[in-house]
């Protein structure tokens, strides 16, 4: 073969071989390469982040169609135990993460924002070792008007026997998950995900109903122009968060992002860098954010993509809950910016 068609031939090849490759990467072989080998642990996370991925598909093919079918928008009529109203996705979705889990052998409990106590699936306690813990549907309000929703996660490995079944080995820190992700239902759906090795994001591909990988090891900027939160609670804010958000008005380079799920709002920040923000107020200084399975999922991915999570005085990954449904004020996103918010919780300036 003439030296040109041969080196043709073989960019040809490795443009083929790259698409192959690029095609053929799932979840569950990409879980898989995370542990180089087959170990019963690296089996059973990759069968797990297939159960999770399957909910996910589940949640996006209902959402996909809420608006032709009876009974999938709007409230319950139930309020749940944070005290807030129930949307019929909100059930759906705690409902299909169980049904998932079960005959999975995986996981003996499930804990989640939609139930007062963890659920148990006794027959997979004998051998199902670990926990999920999950908001079904993050950003709820989004529901009825075709929004971008999430759903978030996190996996721990069960401490002990749980005998009195009050799993209070789930209050240890966040540096005992072993994995975390969250699921984004947004133009496309999108899981992203780390088992301590790194930040990588995978999105649905309808047609063959599989999480195909788009981004191994992201990083997230050091800085980044948005800033997000709430803004309509100024009036209850402490000062100092007060004081951040005047300098953020008169300073050249920021701009508001705040789309009402923290799952988008989160992974717009984790791409291009910011800080996302949810701060206690003075009547409510735990803020809103649920510690166990919105706050510390989180912020174990944006720690692992090289960002900070803190509560504005420690980091979100060593608080120990005192209770399953504790809340927390959090700072998210960029190192830089985060320090710029700690500056002014800690220093007032
Ligand atoms: P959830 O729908 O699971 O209750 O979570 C909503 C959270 C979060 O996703 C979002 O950023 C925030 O609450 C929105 O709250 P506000 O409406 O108070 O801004
Ligand atoms: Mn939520
Ligand atoms: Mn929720």
């Excluded at 090795?197 to 999105?203: D, E, L, P, R």
């Excluded at 206690?280 to 200084?285: D, E, F, N």
Aim: aromatic share 8%; hydrophobic share 35%; net charge negative.
């Amino acid at each position: 073969m003439a030296k040109a068609a041969e080196h043709q031939d073989k960019e040809h090849q490795d443009s083929t071989d790259k698409g192959l490759d690029r095609d053929c990467t799932t979840l569950s072989r990409h879980v898989l390469q995370q542990f180089q080998g087959f170990s019963a642990q690296a089996q059973d996370l990759s069968a797990l982040m297939n159960r999770i991925a399957l909910a996910g598909k589940l949640v996006a093919r209902r959402l996909s169609r809420a608006g032709l079918m009876e009974g999938v928008l709007g409230f319950t009529g139930e309020v749940n135990v944070q005290g807030e109203s129930v949307k019929k996705m909100d059930v759906y979705a705690n409902d299909v993460f169980i049904s998932v889990f079960k005959q999975s052998g995986l996981v003996c409990r499930l804990a989640s924002e939609e139930m007062d106590q963890p659920y148990y699936i006794p027959e997979n306690c004998p051998i199902g070792r670990y926990t999920l813990l999950y908001d079904p549907i993050d950003g709820s309000s989004n529901t009825d008007t075709n929004l971008s929703l999430g759903s978030i996660f996190a996996i721990r490995q069960q401490e002990g026997e749980d005998r009195d079944g009050q799993a209070k080995d789930l209050l240890a820190p966040g540096t005992k998950q072993i994995g975390a992700g969250y699921i984004l239902y947004g133009p496309s759906t999108m899981l992203v995900y780390t088992m301590g090795k790194g930040v990588h994001s995978f999105t649905l591909d309808p047609s063959l109903g599989e999480f195909i990988l788009t981004e191994e090891n992201i990083k997230i900027p050091d800085h980044g122009s948005v800033y997000s939160l709430n803004e309509g609670n100024f009036w209850q804010w402490e000062e100092s968060v007060r004081e951040y958000v005047r300098y953020v008005h008169r300073t050249e380079g920021y701009t508001a992002r705040y789309s009402g799920a923290m799952v988008s709002d989160i992974h717009r920040i984790l791409v291009q860098g910011g800080v996302f923000l949810y701060p206690g107020t003075v009547q409510k200084p735990e803020g809103k954010l649920r510690l166990l399975y919105e706050s510390a999922p989180l912020a174990y991915v944006i720690e692992q993509a090289g960002g900070r999570a803190t509560t504005g005085e420690m980091n979100i990954l060593d608080v120990v809950a005192e209770k399953l449904h504790q809340r927390t004020p959090l700072i998210i996103g960029s190192k830089e910016d985060v320090a710029k918010v700690e500056s002014f919780i800690q220093n007032g300036h």
